[in-house]
């Protein structure tokens, strides 16, 4: 049995006046899951902003990178 089937089973049998505390629980671990998203992203654009050693390529050769053409692109 998965874990989230055993969850399900555990709250099936919780009685119903205990349900509002486990949305509360719940309900919070899916505003942490989105702000250290939310978080995560965030690291992504500084780091990509404050990179100074890149390379640039023209469009064409990342078209060519990609294994493209750019027939490719108007279909």
Known sequence: MSEREQAKQIIDQLPEYKMTKILY????IQID???EDELFCESLAD???NNTEYEVISFEDAIKEAGLTM???QN
Do not use: S, V
């Open 25 to 28: 629980l719940l309900k919070g």
């Open 33 to 35: 899951d989105e702000i």
């Open 47 to 49: 780091r990509y902003l």
């Open 71 to 73: 027939d490719d692109l």
